[in-house]
């Protein structure tokens, strides 16, 4: 049985802990907040928990196993590096640090202790996600020429992190599940309409060593909540639904094909191909509780999660790109 402390209950803990709960190899051993209001809740939901407004008592407990981090962003570096230094699994939400050089130390400490380190970005384990890594990876779509997303709601502004740390990250964990490459630059633009407030309208582009473009649209002011994400190939292109009740992937075998006048080189000739749609099944697996799976299957495997501290590095290296970029009115910002 692997003990888990849920450190933050305020909107992803009480998600967290039922997960954790809800499986046969783990149980709730604590649950800390600073918020009395808080831990009442979570008395009255996991009424054999620990209960600690400081996270110090957790990590004095030999008895603990893991954590799951679920503070605002700020705290995330302190708090997990704490927990890996007392001998702790951590399972950390995103963004799962401020900066590159606070997740490449995370990386580093984890890797030195052999401790399972794990950024909590959830849709790489959403079954729609897995299923359009199969279909990328299996050449079915050809070669990929684009990823565009479409993620906005009428959201809350937050004062810690813009809306690229906040939702936009969501897309930059699918695209470094899904995609075939990583990124070589970005440019981002961005406007902040309320005064002393992040940037809450985004608009990030990636660009790639070939002809794969990425584009993400990341708003929190829009009138009705999107979710929509676009991946077109050579072959046939996808659309993904996050909202939609049942058909969430829908695979068009529709594109075009060139080809070239044999009477003349000057002349190309085009044709559009409008093929069959399908929707394969998807599974309704909720994605945190693969997440949760997956994370205590590495620790008692000694397995490294897919997404690993590493793979967290690699999304706030964008991020960090991206606001130079919208410091510099878009400019093209490369990747190392």
Do not use: C
């Given at each position: 049985m692997i003990r888990v402390a849920i450190i933050g209950y305020g909107y992803w803990g009480p998600k967290l802990a039922r997960n954790f709960a809800a499986v046969e190899k783990s149980t709730v051993q604590w649950i800390c907040d600073?918020?009395?209001?808080?831990?009442?809740?979570a008395a009255q939901s996991h009424s054999n928990a620990k209960i600690a407004t400081d996270s110090r008592d957790i990590l004095r407990d030999p008895d603990t196993d893991a954590i799951a981090i679920a503070t605002p962003p700020?705290?995330?570096?302190?708090?997990?590096?704490?927990?890996?230094?007392?001998?702790?699994?951590?399972?950390?939400?995103?963004?799962?640090?401020?900066s590159s050089g606070q997740a490449k130390r995370l990386c580093d400490e984890a890797a030195k202790r052999k401790q399972v380190l794990m950024a909590g970005h959830t849709f790489v384990f959403h079954p729609a996600v897995q299923k359009i890594r199969e279909l990328v990876r299996s050449g079915e779509l050809g070669e990929i020429y684009y990823y565009d997303a479409v993620r906005v709601n009428l959201g809350i502004v937050r004062n810690d992190v813009d809306v690229l740390w906040d939702v936009a990250i969501h897309d930059l964990s699918i695209i470094d599940r899904v995609l075939p490459n990583e990124p070589a630059a970005v440019s981002a633009h961005g406007m902040s309409h309320f005064s002393g407030s992040q940037v809450n309208t985004a608009y990030l582009t990636l660009l790639?060593?070939?002809?794969?473009?990425?584009?993400?649209?990341?708003?929190?002011?829009?009138?009705?909540?999107?979710?929509?994400?676009?991946?077109?190939?050579?072959?046939?292109?996808?659309i993904f639904d996050e909202l939609e009740p049942s058909e969430k992937i829908k695979i068009y075998d529709r594109g075009v094909t060139i080809t070239e006048d044999a009477e003349s080189v000057y002349k190309v000739l085009y044709d559009y191909r409008m093929g069959d749609m399908h929707s394969p099944r998807i599974e309704s697996t909720e994605p945190l509780r693969?997440?949760?799976?997956?994370?205590l299957k590495c620790i008692e495997?000694?397995?490294?999660?897919i997404s690993d501290g590493h793979a967290g590095l690699r999304i706030i290296q964008i991020l960090e790109a991206a606001e130079r970029s919208l410091r510099a009115n878009g400019r093209v910002i490369k990747l190392k």
């Open positions: 600073d918020r009395p209001e808080m831990l009442r809740q700020a705290s995330h570096y302190q708090l997990a590096m704490n927990a890996l230094k007392a001998g702790k699994h951590v399972l950390l939400e995103k963004p799962m640090a401020t790639f060593n070939s002809k794969l473009i990425a584009h993400i649209h990341s708003n929190w002011l829009a009138p009705v909540k999107t979710r929509r994400t676009l991946v077109g190939g050579s072959r046939k292109m996808i693969a997440e949760v799976d997956h994370f495997r000694g397995e490294t999660p």
